[in-house]
């Protein structure tokens, strides 16, 4: 079994990861930290969890884990990560510090990054089209949860070289705004629907362009430092009354007339053999996928101007996060992908 630590188990993304994580037969977890809760119980942060165990200082969690999933905010896995993989730690990490180019990140993070030769090495964490780069990979950037919707919405279109522009709306539940941000509280939230960060100032459009940039240019299996060809979006993110879920549509005019049924086509043959993409003629709905891996991808075609509309639904938490930080884990360590991964979603 590989001994696994989480540093940041207090957030919404470490306590799902924790969930995951204690049902992993090839897992063994050695234990996680939080800087506001060293040794108080697991239950008392998370007490849908029967576990008695302390949260621990993050000192002892790396000494005792081979693999470290670094659940923290931006700016510190960056600090964290040249110590970590000196020590001969796999390393997953859930923020946005080796997602982008170190000189994008700080244009759009407003953070110098202190470990910028690193990002060369780290792999992009999206699997359904990353996939053949991640095993044995020892750095590992899991993708942000809006930017995993919008790209698999449009990746075909990318791959296919159909896309050269789209627009997205897309809407989340407040669990995507972190467990401190003063947005979730409930009388923010409560009968109330919101836009937020809106003029193409979304720290997550870069990251959802590069994808697209990479797909445009390399095809169906694009590597995290291979070729680009830019992809502009316009993002408009909305926060929705609702714990946890993600809907994105996308509004697309192709360098192609192409028909519905076509479209169709093609999104099944590029996704045919993804176990965690579901694509179907029904439109998604968050509450289809919440607790899951799975994402939820449908498509109309505008006859009357043209535009294709994609839309693509998955849990913030889990897809967006933490099922697909297990993903990630399970295929660096040459484990069965789906290991302790959930295709189907629970009514909430």
């Known amino acids: 079994m590989v001994r696994v630590g989480i540093l940041g188990a207090s957030g919404y993304g470490g306590g799902e990861l924790i969930r995951l994580l204690k049902r992993h037969p090839e897992v063994r977890l050695v234990g996680f930290s939080s800087r506001r809760h060293t040794d108080k119980a697991l239950f008392e942060v998370w007490p849908q969890l029967v576990d008695e165990r302390m949260f621990k200082p993050q000192e002892e969690v790396v000494a005792e884990a081979e693999v470290v999933i670094l659940a923290l905010p931006n700016g510190i896995a960056m600090e964290l990560v040249p110590g970590l993989l000196e020590a001969g730690k796999w390393v997953i990490d859930l923020s946005g510090d080796y997602r982008l180019p170190p000189e994008v990140y700080e244009a759009w993070y407003g953070l110098p990054h202190k470990s910028p030769a690193l990002y060369r090495e780290a792999v992009y964490g999206l699997p359904e089209l990353f996939r053949g780069e991640i095993p044995g990979a020892r750095l590992l950037a899991n993708p942000g949860c809006y930017v995993t919707a919008a790209t698999l919405a449009l990746a075909p279109l990318a791959a296919g070289g159909l896309l050269e522009e789209a627009s997205l709306v897309g809407m989340s539940g407040v669990s995507g705004a972190g467990r401190e941000a003063e947005e979730t509280f409930f009388a923010e939230v409560n009968e109330n629907l919101k836009p937020y960060r809106p003029g193409g100032t979304h720290r997550h ?19 995290t430092h291979g070729a680009q060809k830019g992809v502009r979006l316009s993002f408009i993110p909305h926060l929705v009354p609702m714990t946890r879920g993600i809907l994105v549509s996308a509004f697309v005019r192709l360098n192609e007339d192409l028909s519905e049924l076509r479209l169709e086509a093609l999104y099944r043959e590029f996704y045919q053999d993804e176990p965690f993409v579901f694509f179907t003629r029904a439109l998604p709905q968050t509450k289809g996928t919440f607790a899951s891996n799975r994402v939820w991808i449908s498509l109309r075609k505008d006859e009357r101007t043209g535009l294709v509309q994609v839309f693509s639904a998955l849990d913030n938490l889990g897809k967006g996060m933490a099922s697909q930080a297990v993903q990630n884990l399970n295929l660096m360590l040459g484990f069965p992908e789906g290991l302790a991964l959930d295709r189907e979603g629970v009514w909430p």
Do not use: S, V, Y
């Open 205 to 223: 459009i870069p990251e959802m362009e590069l994808n697209l940039a990479r797909l445009r240019a390399q095809g169906r299996w694009p590597r």
